[in-house]
Structure formats: C-alpha cells, structure tokens
C-alpha cells in the first residue's frame, strides 16, 4: 500500500491565548505551559468542512499520477461531522466525479485517520479496491465552546487528503509498513473521558487527566510494539509523530522511547488541536522532507478510547 499524493487546508485565522482570558479567564501563559500551545487554527463561516475537504484534494491532485476520477474508494475520517446523511465523502464523489467509488463516513474519535487507513489496506488486500482517497478533517469549533475552562482552549480546525493505490506508481511515494488499531472503551473512563453531543452541550472532555495519562501509556507501548513486531528499533525511527492533543504528552512519550527532538515533528504550537487530521496533517506538512530510507512513526491515541499506530518507509 502506497501514498500517491497528499494535500491539506488549514484556515488562515489564528486565535490566541490571550482570548480566552476574558473568555473562560484562563492566562495565555498558564495555557501554553499546560498544553504546549499558542494559537489555534479557526474557520470562518466560508470554511465549512465540506469546503476544507475539498480545497485539501484540491492539493493533492498536481502530484497524483493518475487521474483522480480512477478512484473506487472515498473513505472521509471525522468526529465532526457537518452532515450524517449527505457525508462530506459524498460531496467529494460528487465534485470530483469520482463515480466508480464507494464513498462512506468513519468516526472512531482521534484514531479515525488511522482506522480510515486500516480500511483502505483491507479493501486493497480483498482485491475490493485498487485507488483510494482518504479525507479527514475536524471543524472543531462547529461543536467547541470557548468559555469551557476545561478543554474550549485545545480546538484548531484542518483538513487533509491522502490517495493511496495497491500499486506503486513512483519511486518516490512512501510505502506503508504496517497499521494497528484499538477499541480501549474498556479502560479508564472510556467513553465518558471526551464526547460530543450534536443537540446537547457540543464537544467537551470532562476527564481530561485520564485522556492524558492513557495517552501516554498507549503511545508509548504502541509505538514499541509496532518497531519490534517489524523488525527495527527506536534508533532506526527517522521520524517520530504523536497526536498533537498536549505537547506535554508528546515530550512524555519521546523521553519514555529516547526519542532525539529532532526526529520529531509537531504543529500544536501554532494549530492546537486539531483531532484526528492532527498528526496526518503533520506529516503532510512535513512530506517534501522526507527522504529515501526514512522510517516514519505515526501514533495517536482518542476518546472512546480508541488507538492507531501506523508505520510508513520511503524507500
């Protein structure tokens, strides 16, 4: 399983730590201390997920090497949802007359790009499908609320879009190793830890202590286990990218592996949290600098709970 192209969107508008002192009256300091971050990404009323889903194809498509109408498979990633009915897969099928595919929407919190990625290798080795695209995005301030002193300072809102084939079309495309996943409902608070009630009190993470000390258990252990089930160790990783929910999780998780800083990649300073595009949009960022026999890590860890680990090589 290759990645053909990549492409994202991420709204121009910042909003600081500063706005939220007269909002929930948290300082700006005491906020980036605690989370690792400064400013967050924030749509407009023009940038709905719909729309941001498909400027990030949009991005894509000048370095896919077939033509995107080829497609058999639109896998759209979110726990942010716009519409349950007309998903945003649905539009992009639509905009992109991508007829010959089967187009659904997937939700497993934080974990939903990784699962969405799980999926697309399953369909590739049923012989079910030979192209596919993946969208994931949060629009997290649809749901957020800002005068939440608990969790209403973490949200960014991003885009992004990755094609993958059964095939390898390019030397230069990015081979995925491996992928696992978790279902974790069944530890910690579970369930209870972060939710989203569309016609109740919106996005809230009303144990976020717990969300914090499993994210740094699961990272840590999942990223071991993939290395060693592969083969390699943390010393052969080029590239470390946890989800990007608390720079304190990260920091955790990189001192726990001994992992160098600079063989890790992060944009929560700047975007906050941007759910489960977070570390998808990372790497995206980031694909130009990958280089030939670079092995790269992606771990990330959600509500539900819920877990994904991925492992790419650019070989």
Sequence with gaps: M???????????????NDYFTDINGLD?????????????SRANDKETIDYMCTEAVLGALPQLPYNETDVDLIIFASYTPSDTVGTTAHVIQREF???????FHISSACSSAINGMEIIQSFFKA?????ALLI????????????????GHLWGDAATAYFFSSERYSSDELEIVDITSQGLAHIGQGPKAVNLEPNGAGLRMPYGRDVFQRACIYLVQNTEDIITKNGYTI????????????KRII????????????????????????GSTSALLVFAQNYDTFKENDLICISVFGGGYSAGTCLLKKS
Excluded at 127 to 131: D, F, H, L, R, Y
């Design 251 to 274: 920091n955790h998780v990189v001192k726990e592996l001994g992992i160098p800083q600079n063989k890790t990649m992060n944009n929560i300073e700047e975007l906050g949290n941007t």
């Design 28 to 40: 700006a300091q005491w906020i980036y201390q605690r989370t690792g971050i400064k400013t967050r």
């Design 235 to 246: 010393s052969d990783l080029s590239y470390f990218i946890g989800h990007q929910a608390n």
């Design 127 to 131: 012989n079910m499908s030979k192209k």
């Design 2 to 16: 290759y990645i053909n192209a990549v492409g994202y969107y991420i709204p121009e508008k910042r909003i600081s």
């Design 136 to 151: 994931c995005a949060e629009r997290n301030s649809t749901y957020s609320d800002d005068a939440d002193s608990i969790a």
């Design 97 to 103: 007359k991508m007829e010959k595919a089967k187009a």
